[in-house]
């Protein structure tokens, strides 16, 4: 298996450019997950999906912040317009979804450098 | 409010001992706990997991203890290695098991 796969692996721009994170899942998996990481507030879920639709966004920290999922093998993550407080690394996880012990399989993360 | 607080200091330990990491939280009732290490530039990766059942899971040099009426899990790992260098997560499941949500995570670092 080629584990969840994220990209772009680093990304630098500049405040107010539009910032777009893709993840594509592990083949089989029925849920998505989306965490922030940043040295002061940690590990963070954003907004998670159940089948393709977003259950929980409770997390996501303002309007500046979407979610995708169009279907199961891809998701995106996008911010617009970015600030340099959205500087952070950004995982993708996924797991086998309902009825499932809640494992999760991170990918290796976008680490966001907003100017 | 709810919390999950793991010790933010670095824990150094020499080779061949056993560390123990620690993870307390407050305001949850979580219906499972795990512990996940993360590597430098590395996404977490999946170790254990514990249910609330249940007072120990162990898994080789790995063991997990989960006492729901102190509210605290510890992670053990016996005959450390440099290698073991890392840092761990813990993690309580909640919203039915669906939601992760993670402490802040334990550096350990283990010197040869």
């Known amino acids: 298996d080629a584990g969840v796969i994220q990209s772009p692996r680093h990304e630098v721009t500049e405040m107010g450019q539009e910032v777009t994170l893709r993840c594509k899942p592990i083949s089989g998996h029925n849920s998505l997950f989306w965490y922030r990481q940043t040295m002061m507030r940690g590990l963070e879920l954003l907004i998670y999906?159940?089948?393709?639709?977003?259950?929980?966004d409770s997390g996501m920290p303002e309007d500046r912040f979407s979610a995708k999922m169009p279907n199961a093998s891809f998701s995106t993550l996008k911010i617009q317009p970015s600030e340099p407080r959205d500087s952070a690394v950004y995982f993708c996880?996924?797991?086998?979804?309902?009825?499932?012990?809640?494992?999760?399989?991170f990918g290796e993360g976008s680490r966001l450098t907003v100017l | 409010s709810q919390k999950i607080e793991q010790n933010s200091e670095a824990l150094n330990i020499q080779e061949g001992k056993t560390a123990t990491l620690t993870c307390n939280y407050t305001?949850?009732?979580?219906?499972?706990l795990q512990w996940y290490r993360q590597d430098p530039g590395r996404g977490p990766v999946f170790l254990l997991l514990i249910r609330e059942n249940e007072k120990e899971k162990r898994k080789e040099r790995l063991k997990v203890t989960f006492d729901t009426t102190l509210k605290q899990s510890l992670f053990h790992i016996t005959a450390s290695q440099p290698a073991d260098s890392a840092t761990y997560l813990c993690a309580l499941a909640h919203n039915a098991g669906n939601m992760l949500t993670f402490g802040g995570g334990t550096r350990l670092m283990v010197k040869p």
């Open positions: 996880a996924s797991s086998p979804g309902a009825g499932n012990t809640g494992e999760l399989f």
């Open positions: 305001n949850y009732s979580p219906a499972y």
């Open positions: 999906f159940n089948n393709n639709v977003p259950i929980d």
